[in-house]
């Protein structure tokens, strides 16, 4: 399809456009939470409903041990190539509510933005596919085949996707994956993800004595766990924020030169990134920019920590236990499982002999990257180039969608993260929101896309 066509639909439509993804963002489908459970079925089924009246030839919902997997497609002639778009329905929890502005499941538009938990990340950006097939199918311009598959446990780790996807190898058959769930830098800066860190999740558990203590009649003579942990944590990265696990950094790529001072072209405002966050300054790995730091080096953060007396007023205790969940992403090539045990190794290594350590490792995930030099990406430049009028830039980004690595290994296939999200749009904080300048700019690139990626295949 060409553009004026594109931008003329939109353009008639894009009241219902809103109206549409606003009936998918009051369904509070929240993974994490089992109380949520028949929320995340009803948007399944929502979904599912609007991929059939978009021009689907079948759609389905394919039950799991966990929540379910919509699966449609449209064939329109086999000998062309066939997109498969990925994409989840599933959302964070919308805590903290109460520092939410407006009710985190009834979206309202402010200053051209709509907030709601799940408007970026990424109901937002999955009903963007759903509106660019209709577009297509519509005008008859839908130029190759199509598959969906739009999951429901993105943000636990897609454990279940992964099963069905090693199962479902011969209809999941396709020539590249297209997902929108990443960022742009700016609306005038659009950007390719070409890179997304792995992850390492695990939480520990420091034990002391053997039952909560009066703080001054124990405290002097006992090791405190909660004290213990905190000299833990901060050991875990020296005086040059370097993480100080053994053998961390054996498998991290390093970056050349070159390629580092041509990342380095990327505009970066730190004055406007240290203001939107109110931070007075920026904290990286020594002799790594802050963008480095998120994206072509690794990093160690504490996700949360807890124990002791948390409540009103002051309780003299000196605690049993301390817990901490710690996050560390990852870069190529190092591998998951690989970290997780060299953490494990490390803390309990470091454990004065005052205290025991329990480690639990929690969902992870591999680092991954995409070349831009193979059809997918050249259609995906060139989508963007016709829609935003600049050339995009190709940049790595911090987060992680773990699924996509085991597309690559299980289905031979490559991802074109064509995401239009913000970095500040808020995703997994009170207040998420996506620009409706973005939601219809998504609409109109995909289209774009399929254009492109027909004739370069
Ligand atoms: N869409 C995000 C990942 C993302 C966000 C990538 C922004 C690039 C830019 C995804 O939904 C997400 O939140 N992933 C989790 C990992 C998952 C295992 C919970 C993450 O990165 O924390
Ligand atoms: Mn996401
Ligand atoms: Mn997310």
Redesign the pocket.
Same mark, same amino acid.
């Given at each position: 399809m060409n553009r004026p066509e594109i931008l003329s639909y939109i353009d008639a439509n894009k009241d219902r456009f809103l109206e549409e993804l606003f009936e998918l963002l009051r369904i509070p489908s929240v993974s994490a939470d089992p109380a949520f459970k028949d929320d995340v079925q009803r948007c399944a089924l929502v979904v599912k409903e609007s991929l059939l009246k978009a021009g689907a030839d079948m759609a389905e919902i394919h039950q799991t041990a966990g929540h379910p997997i919509v699966y449609a497609e449209r064939t329109i002639d086999p000998s062309k190539p066939t997109v498969l778009v990925y994409g989840?329905y599933d959302v964070q929890p919308a805590d903290p509510v109460d520092l939410w502005d407006s009710p985190p499941f009834e979206p309202v538009v402010k200053d051209g933005k709509i907030y709601a938990r799940g408007a970026c990340?990424?109901k937002g950006q999955m009903y963007m596919h759903v509106k660019a097939f209709e577009i297509m199918e519509r005008s008859g311009g839908l130029p190759c085949n199509v598959k969906f598959m739009i999951e429901g446990e993105?943000?636990?780790?897609s454990s279940n996707l992964a099963i069905w996807v090693k199962e479902n190898k011969e209809k999941l058959k396709a020539d590249v994956i297209l997902v929108s769930?990443?960022?742009i830098i700016a609306n005038d800066v659009p950007s390719i993800?070409v890179g /997304?860190r792995g /992850?390492s999740y695990v939480e520990v558990e420091v034990t002391g004595p053997n039952k909560d203590l009066h703080s001054g009649v124990y405290g002097g003579g006992v090791a405190n766990p909660v004290n213990v942990l905190c000299e833990m944590i901060a050991s875990l990265q020296d005086e040059n924020h370097h993480i100080t696990i053994e053998g961390f950094y054996d498998d991290v790529e390093e970056v050349s030169a070159e390629d580092r001072a041509e990342m380095a072209k990327a505009p970066f405002d730190i004055e406007a990134y240290r203001k939107g966050l109110g931070v007075a300054s920026t904290r990286s790995e020594s002799g790594y920019s802050p963008s480095e730091g998120t994206s072509i080096r690794p990093s160690l953060d504490v996700n949360g920590i807890w124990g002791g007396y948390i409540g009103q007023g002051a309780k003299t205790v000196l605690p049993s236990k301390a817990y901490a969940k710690i996050s560390m992403r990852l870069v190529p090539y190092q591998d998951p499982n690989d970290i997780t045990r060299k953490f494990e190794s490390h803390f309990k290594k470091i454990a004065p002999p005052s205290v025991k350590i329990k480690v639990t490792p929690h969902?992870g #995930?591999e680092p991954i990257v995409i070349p831009t030099n193979f059809p997918g990406y050249v259609a995906a430049s060139k989508a963007m180039e016709e829609s935003f009028g600049t050339r995009p830039i190709p940049e790595r980004?911090g987060?992680?969608?773990?699924i996509i690595a085991l597309f690559e290994k299980e289905l031979g296939l490559k991802s074109i993260l064509l995401?239009f #999200?913000l970095n500040s749009d808020d995703?997994?904080s009170p207040n998420e929101h996506y620009g409706i300048f973005n939601y219809l700019k998504g609409i109109e690139t995909i289209p774009l896309f399929y254009k492109h990626f027909t004739a370069e295949s």
């Amino acid at each position: 399809m060409n553009r004026p066509e594109i931008l003329s639909y939109i353009d008639a439509n894009k009241d219902r456009f809103l109206e549409e993804l606003f009936e998918l963002l009051r369904i509070p489908s929240v993974s994490a939470d089992p109380a949520f459970k028949d929320d995340v079925q009803r948007c399944a089924l929502v979904v599912k409903e609007s991929l059939l009246k978009a021009g689907a030839d079948m759609a389905e919902i394919h039950q799991t041990a966990g929540h379910p997997i919509v699966y449609a497609e449209r064939t329109i002639d086999p000998s062309k190539p066939t997109v498969l778009v990925y994409g989840h329905y599933d959302v964070q929890p919308a805590d903290p509510v109460d520092l939410w502005d407006s009710p985190p499941f009834e979206p309202v538009v402010k200053d051209g933005k709509i907030y709601a938990r799940g408007a970026c990340d990424d109901k937002g950006q999955m009903y963007m596919h759903v509106k660019a097939f209709e577009i297509m199918e519509r005008s008859g311009g839908l130029p190759c085949n199509v598959k969906f598959m739009i999951e429901g446990e993105e943000e636990v780790g897609s454990s279940n996707l992964a099963i069905w996807v090693k199962e479902n190898k011969e209809k999941l058959k396709a020539d590249v994956i297209l997902v929108s769930d990443t960022s742009i830098i700016a609306n005038d800066v659009p950007s390719i993800t070409v890179g /997304l860190r792995g /992850l390492s999740y695990v939480e520990v558990e420091v034990t002391g004595p053997n039952k909560d203590l009066h703080s001054g009649v124990y405290g002097g003579g006992v090791a405190n766990p909660v004290n213990v942990l905190c000299e833990m944590i901060a050991s875990l990265q020296d005086e040059n924020h370097h993480i100080t696990i053994e053998g961390f950094y054996d498998d991290v790529e390093e970056v050349s030169a070159e390629d580092r001072a041509e990342m380095a072209k990327a505009p970066f405002d730190i004055e406007a990134y240290r203001k939107g966050l109110g931070v007075a300054s920026t904290r990286s790995e020594s002799g790594y920019s802050p963008s480095e730091g998120t994206s072509i080096r690794p990093s160690l953060d504490v996700n949360g920590i807890w124990g002791g007396y948390i409540g009103q007023g002051a309780k003299t205790v000196l605690p049993s236990k301390a817990y901490a969940k710690i996050s560390m992403r990852l870069v190529p090539y190092q591998d998951p499982n690989d970290i997780t045990r060299k953490f494990e190794s490390h803390f309990k290594k470091i454990a004065p002999p005052s205290v025991k350590i329990k480690v639990t490792p929690h969902h992870g #995930g591999e680092p991954i990257v995409i070349p831009t030099n193979f059809p997918g990406y050249v259609a995906a430049s060139k989508a963007m180039e016709e829609s935003f009028g600049t050339r995009p830039i190709p940049e790595r980004s911090g987060g992680s969608i773990p699924i996509i690595a085991l597309f690559e290994k299980e289905l031979g296939l490559k991802s074109i993260l064509l995401g239009f #999200g913000l970095n500040s749009d808020d995703i997994h904080s009170p207040n998420e929101h996506y620009g409706i300048f973005n939601y219809l700019k998504g609409i109109e690139t995909i289209p774009l896309f399929y254009k492109h990626f027909t004739a370069e295949s």
